[in-house]
């Protein structure tokens, strides 16, 4: 429809294509990015007892501009300031 349009979306140079309607290509930003997932399990069942969402503020982490992408940690200096 004119009003909803389909958006492709390629992750491979073109080979093939996804098609998404533009509402689900909306960015909603979390209030966290990380969980921590609390977990019982036996040998027949692994059941989720609670999640909890934690979002990490520092450090910053420090990107990488050869690999063009973060690091997975940060590094300080000896003030311990990224």
């Keep these: ?9 390629t992750f491979n140079d073109g080979r093939s294509v996804y098609w ?3 509402d689900d290509l909306d960015f909603l930003k979390p209030e966290y990015n990380y969980e921590v997932w609390f977990v019982v399990r036996n040998r027949f069942e692994k ?3 609670k999640r909890k969402p934690f979002r990490v ?3 910053r982490c420090t990107y990488d501009s050869v690999n063009d992408r973060y ?3 940060a ?3 000896n003030e311990g300031s990224p």
């Design 1 to 9: 429809t004119k009003s909803n349009p389909n958006y492709g979306v």
């Design 20 to 22: 998404f309607q533009k």
């Design 47 to 49: 059941r989720v007892k």
């Design 57 to 59: 503020i520092w450090p």
């Design 71 to 73: 690091f997975p940690y």
């Design 75 to 77: 590094m300080l200096d």
